[in-house]
């Protein structure tokens, strides 16, 4: 899949234990690595850039590696422990106040995955804190958090879009510039499968984390929602290595004791076996894991060539956010919006919204600047759909070259 050396080596440095084999692999790439600050910029994009850094510490040839690489990358770790020692003080502040009233809490994603799986919070990065809430809690909690001092703006872009609203969480809460997202559910209605959120609550288990009790999910509803959740985020264009890593180490640390079988009746059951075996199977292709063959004969899935093109696409390019933090339209959303007079309204709605959500968003404060703000929104808008074309475009182009 014309992978550089640099890819290679980014590739390897994700990972969290290298074996002998893999270290001189390392050694071997880092000689013929020609590009340093691609390297690092893209290590540093995708999510590896502090696992990467520790990986280094283990190698012969370290002196062939620039000074200004290790040290950016050097930053990357140090940046993401301190980050994260606050996210984990303001986790435990706000699970302790919830454990009083009651309420069970499931961590998710990488206040999880940080302490259990990474077991150095540095190597794992995280910009907010990620609760699955139970949905007769979670009004009593997101009250709870006011009385702690977050605060909660809601705001839409219009009414009509109101009507439409289908997201996974409340909008976050915010105290000191630390984000708890509370989640009833942890993946859209409208993605083509149907995740049953009580079931996950029935199969969640205790655990110890950042020495307080909470829930977290199953082994194999962990798998199968961080596989989703990496949908989301690959189909929208902005996924980062981090995710595959995730996921990778999620099934080394718990290989002897993954249920395959199980795995793929829940995937069946929700319908969506499809998109978390094409991922495992990517997995295992780019990051090695063991599935079991006799699961492999059982599953309808394979690495579509154009899941594997956009991978190594995401691998090699830069990503970056639109001016005015427009979000990528999720399709398969979109696309359950019935009637084409509801879609241009929504349509129009989404580049052109309120006022208010403009004054809120932007924190514009002259009202001249509106007309311009709306000017720009609208250019980032047409832009961002150019580059979800582009990036389908790409992909397929490049397959047929080689």
Request: charged share 25%.
């Amino acid at each position: 899949m014309n992978l550089t050396s640099e890819d290679k080596l980014i590739l390897s440095g994700s990972k969290l234990h290298l074996t002998e084999n893999d270290i001189q692999q390392m050694e071997d790439l880092i000689s013929s690595v020609t590009n340093w600050k691609r390297f690092t910029d893209m290590a540093i994009q995708n999510g590896v850039g502090p696992s990467t850094h520790k990986n280094f510490s283990l190698v012969n040839n370290l002196n062939l590696i620039p000074e200004k690489s290790l040290s950016r990358l050097k930053q990357t770790y140090y940046r993401s422990l301190s980050r994260n020692m606050i996210l984990y003080e303001y986790f435990r502040n706000a699970v302790d106040v919830f454990s009083k009233e009651g309420i069970t809490v499931i961590a998710l994603k990488g206040i999880f995955l940080a302490e259990i799986i990474y077991q150095d919070i540095g190597l794992r990065q995280m910009s907010d804190i990620d609760l699955l809430i139970r949905k007769e809690d979670i009004e009593k909690c997101r009250k709870l958090l006011l009385d702690m001092g977050y605060k909660y703006t809601e705001f839409y872009k219009s009414d009509f879009i109101k009507e439409f609203d289908n997201k996974k969480h409340l909008p976050p809460l915010i105290l000191n510039g630390v984000s708890i997202e509370l989640h009833s559910k942890i993946h859209l209605d409208a993605l083509g499968f149907s995740v049953n959120i009580d079931d996950y609550w029935k199969r969640s288990q205790q655990v110890m984390l950042s020495n307080i009790s909470v829930h977290s999910l199953s082994i194999e509803d962990l798998i199968q929602h961080l596989c989703l959740h990496l949908n989301e985020h690959f189909n929208e264009g902005n996924p980062q290595l981090s995710s595959f890593v995730d996921i990778s180490e999620v099934i080394k640390k718990y290989s002897s004791k993954i249920n395959w079988d199980f795995l793929l009746e829940s995937c069946n059951l929700y319908n969506c076996s499809n998109i978390v075996f094409k991922y495992l199977l990517l997995i295992e292709k780019y990051f090695h894991i063991v599935i079991p063959g006799c699961i492999l004969q059982k599953v309808n899935a394979n690495i579509d060539l154009r899941t594997e093109k956009l991978f190594i696409y995401y691998l090699q390019n830069f990503r970056k956010n639109a001016p005015l933090g427009i979000v990528n339209m999720n399709i398969e959303a979109f696309s359950n919006i019935r009637g084409f007079k509801n879609k241009t309204i929504y349509l129009f709605n989404d580049f052109f919204p309120s006022r208010t959500f403009m004054y809120r968003r932007y924190g514009i404060r002259k009202n001249y600047l509106l007309f311009w703000y709306y000017i720009i929104r609208l250019k980032t808008g047409l832009y961002q759909l150019f580059l979800q074309i582009i990036r389908q475009i790409i992909p397929y182009s490049k397959s047929r070259k080689n």
